[in-house]
């Protein structure tokens, strides 16, 4: 189910057959009420996507001011695109590792989380309809696939930079954005953008919980793993202001992210 997602183009497509592929799991364990068999497939390196949009460097990604309708419309089609790069990413993790014994519940955490994802890409794209956009018209940004490439061959590694890093900065951005759009009166984008910000704080916390598993399976100080991995796989520093609140909720307190910060790794 994972790798027929992953191989899917079209992102109305994809999240469908997502959303579908997710609730015939849901089905199968409740039926079975225990753990259910797990297949083996090998995932594509990178997910299949849409001829469009055009995918560019982050530096040349246009910038625009939110404060006109084009301005909101980028950054609309900028999440849509985080979105559907968040379902082939768990889909992703659910298919790549399965050569670790996981817990059947780290499966459950990632279907659910695949299914949001795909549930909030479509929520987005329906903004940019209505505003006379379309997911594809504009621009992306290339790099969103980099973190998955790069930690292919380290589960903890992804948990530590997907998750924990990357959706976290989410948590960060999205009540700005929510402020943005309330002030434009655009009522369906807040809305859409608060759904989004209710349910990423639990993708952030399951990749906190299945990080602090591996270590404690390993006999790991969490901490100084997560710091050694972030330095590793990720690129660049991580940039405050930070929603502590909502990463506390999701299991990522200060010390593991203010050490990171430019001001913690600059030398003097």
Not at 229 to 254: C, D, M, Q, S
Request: hydrophobic share 40%.
């Amino acid at each position: 189910m994972a790798v027929e997602v992953l191989s899917t183009k079209d992102g109305r497509t994809k999240t469908a057959l997502s959303r579908t592929h997710a609730a015939s799991w849901a089905a199968a364990r409740g039926a079975a009420g225990r753990d259910i068999p797990l297949g083996h497939a090998a995932p594509p390196q990178r997910p299949a996507r849409p001829d469009r949009p055009e995918l560019l460097d982050p530096s040349d990604v246009p910038r625009r001011r939110p404060g006109s309708d084009k301005g909101r419309i980028a950054m609309l089609h900028a999440v849509a695109h985080i979105e559907l790069n968040a379902v082939d990413l768990h889909w992703d993790i659910i298919a790549r590792y399965t050569d670790t014994p996981m817990p059947i519940g780290f499966y459950d955490d990632w279907v659910k989380s695949a299914d949001e994802e795909s549930k909030h890409f479509n929520l987005i794209c329906d903004c940019l309809e209505e505003m006379g956009s379309h997911y594809g018209a504009l621009p992306a940004h290339a790099g969103m696939w980099r973190a998955a490439e790069d930690t292919a061959g380290d589960l903890m590694g992804r948990l530590a930079v997907v998750p924990m890093v990357l959706e976290a900065r989410g948590l960060d951005v999205t009540p700005g954005m929510i402020a943005i759009f309330e002030r434009a009166g655009a009522t369906r984008a807040v809305e859409a953008m608060q759904v989004i910000y209710a349910e990423e704080v639990h993708h952030v916390a399951y990749g906190s919980k299945w990080f602090h598993f591996l270590c404690g399976r390993h006999d790991l100080d969490p901490k100084p793993v997560f710091h050694d991995l972030v330095r590793r796989y990720f690129h660049g520093a991580l940039k405050p202001p930070f929603n502590e609140e909502k990463r506390a909720e999701a299991g990522i307190p200060p010390d593991f992210y203010w050490p990171l910060t430019e001001s913690a790794t600059t030398p003097g």
